[in-house]
C-alpha cells in the first residue's frame, strides 16, 4: 500500500519502449549506444523518421502498472500528443506494448526511462526554442515520466541539424511555417506541409 503514496516518477519502471527508426537524422555522438541500439535508424529514410513513440510502464502496486504514452516530434514540435496515464492489471501489459506500437512495421525497442526522459524533454526544450509548445495534457503525463538526471546525454535534435516539419493531420502547417520562419528565418529550416 505504500507505493500508492509514492510520487508517480518514482514508482519502480516495469517496462520503456520506443519504436524502431526514432534516431533517423538525428545528431547521437553523445550518446553513441543510443544510434547504436537502433539499426533503423541508421537506414536511409526509414518511413519512421522524425517520430519517437515511447510507451513508460510504472509499477502501480503488486498486480497494477500505469502506462503513460508520449508521440514526439523530435525534427520540429516536440511533444504531439500523450496517452494516459492509465492504470491497467500488470498481465494487459502484454498486450497493450503490441497495440501501442501496431502502426510501426518492426517491434518496438526497450529502452531505459532515462533515454525516454532524455527524448521527450529535450524534444519539448528544442520545440520550445522554435516556438512550440508541447501537447495540453503533457504537464500531467511527465509527472510520470520523471526529470531525466542532470548529467544527461544530449541528443541533437531537427533533421540533420536543422528543424523539419512534416504537417499532420491536426496541425496548421500555415502558422507551423510562419513561427519557424519568424523563429528560424529564411532557408533555416524545412518543411513538407499542404499550404
Excluded at 83 to 91: A, H, I, N, R
Excluded at 114 to 131: D, F, T
Excluded at 143 to 161: A, E, K, N
Aim: proline share 8%; glycine share 12%; net charge negative.
Amino acid at each position: 500500500m505504500a507505493q500508492a503514496h509514492t510520487a508517480p516518477d518514482e514508482r519502480p519502471v516495469v517496462g520503456c519502449w520506443v519504436n524502431a527508426g526514432w534516431s533517423a537524422g538525428l545528431d547521437l555522438a553523445g550518446a553513441p549506444d543510443w544510434a547504436a541500439a537502433d539499426p533503423v535508424g541508421r537506414e536511409p529514410d526509414p518511413d519512421t523518421g522524425g517520430f519517437a513513440q515511447i510507451l513508460l510502464a510504472r509499477r502501480e502496486r503488486a498486480s497494477r502498472v500505469t502506462v503513460t504514452g508520449f508521440l514526439v516530434d523530435v525534427y520540429c514540435l516536440g511533444v504531439k500528443n500523450v496517452t494516459g496515464p492509465e492504470v491497467m492489471g500488470s498481465g494487459s501489459l502484454t498486450t497493450y506494448v503490441p497495440t501501442y506500437y501496431s502502426a510501426f512495421d518492426h517491434s518496438p525497442l526497450p529502452i531505459r526511462a532515462e533515454q525516454a526522459q532524455a527524448i521527450v524533454h529535450g524534444a519539448v526544450a528544442y520545440a520550445r526554442g522554435l516556438g512550440f509548445e508541447p501537447a495540453t495534457d503533457f504537464a500531467d503525463a511527465a509527472v510520470h515520466l520523471g526529470t531525466p538526471p542532470g548529467d544527461r546525454l544530449t541528443i541533437g535534435f531537427g533533421r540533420d541539424g536543422k528543424p523539419f516539419y512534416f504537417s499532420g493531420p491536426y496541425d496548421n502547417p500555415r502558422k507551423v511555417v510562419q513561427t519557424l520562419e519568424r523563429t528560424c528565418g529564411n532557408g533555416n529550416y524545412h518543411y513538407v506541409a499542404h499550404l
